[in-house]
Structure formats: C-alpha cells, structure tokens
C-alpha cells in the first residue's frame, strides 16, 4: 500500500494544549503501510500521550479508504468470529440497560464491520441502532439487521443529528486529532441521563514494556492518541461528561505485536494470537496494567 500522508507537527498537547515539558517515549513505525518512522510524546500536564508529527485531519481519511485493516478485524474467521460475537453479545447485555416504554435510542459511532451494531440491533427490547462511521457504504453486517439497525455516514449523521440513550465509542478515541472535540460532539447528541461507552488502548500496558516499539496498540500514524487513565478521565470531563468509572479490559493483541518484532504476519485473532490470548490476561491480572481502558460517562 503506497499512502502519501500530509503532515503536521504539534507544538503543543492536542487535548489539554499545554506545551510545556513535552517529552519523547520512544519511536515507532507504520507497520502496516510503511508510511515511515513516528515519535510519541507524552504531556506532563494530562498525562495523554501522542503521535507527533503526525497525519493532518484532511489526510486520515486516505488511512481509511477500505474495510481492509486490523481496524475491521479482517483475520475473524470461523471458530475466532463466533468467540468474538460471544464477547459482543457480553460485553452488549452489561451495557444496555431495560427499556421503560420506549425502544432504545442507541449510536455505534465509528462502527467498523457493523459486529457491535448487528448485536446491539438483535438484543432483547429491540433497540434502535444508528450505526456512523466515514465510509459511503454501510458494513455488510448492519445489512442483515432487517431495518433494525440503519447506516449514515459521518457527514450524513452530522446533517441529521440524533438523541441517544446509549453511545458506544469503541476503539475510536485514539484515532481522533481531537478528542476532546468528538467527546463534546457527542455529549451533545446525548440525551439527559445518557450514557457513552469508551473503550480505548492502555498505554501503560506491560505489554507496551514487553514489545517496546513494536507493540500493536501503538499503531501508528492511524493511533493519534495513547491513553492511560488519567487522560481518558481528563478528555471525558473536558467535554462537559461526568466521568463514572474507567476500568481495565482486555484485547488479543499479542499476535501483532510479535509480528512486528518479527517481520512477519501474524493475526491477533489467528491461531497463535487466541492461543496466547490467556498469557496475555494472566500478565493484565498480575500487573494490574490492562492492554484496554473501558470507561463510562454520563451527560
């Protein structure tokens, strides 16, 4: 894949806009289209790590042009895909509360393959789901919802608007140049009492400490952001949100990150990715440094 990125650099932190102190973790690459070399930097202020320099606004969308990346989980096959819509379907009936009356209103932005949509749309109480994400074209899988779940692009879905019961914001903060910006979008498309689900990378991960460089949540130049903790909570609560908890969580992500030590294509939800999926959980636990921060906040 030949990409040729318009890049800026940042003179200051793009979510607290201190530009003081800032600091460089390490340099890593772009491993997946071989764009070049990009440091991180860390603020002191907030704590928020991230890509800098780094793609223009106007130029993400070039990162994005097919359903075709890791993003997408293109490797989730047979036996993986039905583990994975198993860990949907949980992570759903935990996070979608009864409806009183009404069906739920409920938003999966940056939906990706639709899984989060097409399981959100089959729950019980038959929530309405608007699925957005910056392509044309709906995910195959909002599809097959039977009008249950309907597709709008970003620039559609701004048109429009929408009040939601429910938002989910999965693995899509740390691809924003702004997120303080799409976390105010959102809160405004709330409704009173309503609830967004957050989930990002830890990049204060011992997997982060293992692989070094070449760990995969870094993954670069498409990961603007790298979160811990405090930034999460600081970019829910600079957006007006209040923020209720953030807890740790986990994702296959393993396989990858040995792949790029190695040169070579391994799939997190491969065989060799899920069959170290239990070492990856076990060292979470003994650490206490999840590889995902899973966060909710209410308007």
Not at 53 to 67: D, K, T
Not at 84 to 109: C, H, N, Q, T, W
Not at 251 to 278: E, Q
Request: proline share 6%; aromatic share 8%.
């Amino acid at each position: 894949m030949s990409i040729q990125l318009e890049i800026e650099v940042l003179d200051h932190c793009p979510m607290c806009g201190n530009a003081t102190g800032l600091r460089e973790l390490l340099v890593t690459r772009d491993f997946e289209s071989g764009t070049g070399d990009y440091p991180i930097q860390e603020c002191p202020a907030c704590s928020l790590a991230f890509t800098n320099p780094r793609p223009s606004e106007a130029s993400l969308p070039l990162l994005y042009s097919g359903r075709d990346t890791p993003d997408f989980a293109t490797g989730s096959k047979g036996i993986a895909q039905r583990l994975r819509d198993i860990s949907i379907r949980s992570y759903l009936r935990k996070r979608l509360p009864e409806s009183s009356g009404k069906p739920l209103e409920v938003l999966d932005f940056g939906c990706g393959d639709g899984s989060l949509s097409f399981h959100a749309a089959m729950s019980p109480g038959q929530p309405v789901v608007t699925s957005v994400d910056f392509h044309d074209k709906a995910p195959a899988l909002v599809g097959e919802t039977n009008g249950r779940a309907s597709y709008r692009s970003y620039w559609q879905w701004r048109e429009g608007g929408g009040r939601y019961d429910v938002v989910f914001l999965r693995h899509v903060l740390e691809h924003h140049p702004e997120p303080t910006r799409l976390l105010t979008e959102l809160f405004q498309a709330l409704k009173p009492q309503g609830m967004l689900h957050i989930e990002v990378p830890n990049r204060r991960s011992v997997w982060a400490r293992v692989f070094g460089r070449n760990f995969f949540a870094y993954y670069v130049p498409r990961h603007l952001m790298h979160f811990d903790t405090a930034s999460v909570k600081q970019a829910i609560e600079g957006s007006g949100l209040t923020a209720i908890e953030v807890r740790k969580g986990h994702t296959p992500l393993i396989g990858r990150s040995m792949g790029n030590a190695l040169s070579r294509d391994i799939d997190n939800l491969g065989v060799l990715g899920l069959s170290l999926f239990p070492l990856q959980i076990l060292a979470d636990v003994l650490f206490g440094r999840s590889t995902t921060l899973r966060a909710l906040a209410r308007k």
